[in-house]
């Protein structure tokens, strides 16, 4: 049995290479014709299955295209965004709602300094608590 394993091993190599020769798309195979590597590893098999792996196979720098199932949303550069003219209305309905919460506060602000102002004016023992003293006394 141990003296088929060197066999074993060697059309195993056979089967894989030819079957990955046949798979590999022309226009990535390098240095010889699909045809040419083919009739190398049969005729020549430990040198030529060899030589396929090392010269030329193709090479598999290239990551795999990802493929977007459907459902899965968009690649960020491909996904649909807001138009110039609709992030420009947000903008404006965003600044006028800032812009009217602002002059409320100052309304309440004023009308809560005013209030104070008359219940000074009016009562003298909150005059005193605040620390003021009527002017001329």
Excluded at 33 to 48: D, R
Excluded at 58 to 87: D, H, N
Aim: charged share 30%.
């Amino acid at each position: 049995m141990i003296r088929f394993l060197p066999f074993l091993i060697e059309f195993a190599l056979l089967i894989f290479c030819v079957l990955d020769v046949v798979l590999a798309r022309d226009d990535e195979i390098r240095n010889l014709p699909k045809w040419g590597w083919i009739i190398l590893i049969i005729f020549i098999p430990l040198v030529g299955c060899i030589a396929w792996l090392v010269a030329g196979r193709p090479w598999q720098s290239k990551p795999a295209p990802q493929v977007w199932a459907q459902g899965s949303g968009f690649p960020e550069y491909q996904r649909p965004g807001p138009s110039q003219a609709e992030i420009d209305e947000r903008l404006n309905a965003d600044l006028a709602r800032v812009d009217q919460e602002h002059e409320e506060a100052l309304r309440r602000w004023q009308a809560d300094l005013e209030r104070r102002e008359r219940q000074l004016s009016s009562d003298p023992e909150a005059r005193k608590q605040e620390g003021d003293t009527p002017e001329g006394t």
